[in-house]
């Protein structure tokens, strides 16, 4: 994977994809239609949320919900919202 957010989770640093294609090879095989399926139904408003969710889905860390809470407050800042 060439593209990929390095994030510390626990205090152990994990590579988490960043792009669909990424995502995707991540992912095991038997969920990789699941994902095609999620990102070709998602919206404008909803692709942050559904990769996010996969990102994480990607990502063997026991911490997955402390991930999803700093990238959430990542893409917020990012966005000027927070």
Do not use: Y
């Not at 990424?22 to 699941?34: H, K, S």
């Amino acid at each position: 994977m060439d593209v990929v957010r390095q994030k510390a989770v626990g205090g152990v640093e994990v590579e988490v994809p960043n792009s669909i294609p990424d995502i995707r090879a991540a992912l095991p095989e038997g969920r990789r239609e699941e994902f095609d399926r999620a990102v070709d139904e998602a919206g404008l408003d909803d692709i942050h949320a559904v990769m996010r969710h996969w990102m994480l889905e990607a990502v063997p860390a026991p911490e997955a919900d402390a991930l999803l809470t700093r990238l959430a407050a990542d893409e917020a800042e990012r966005r000027g919202v927070a």
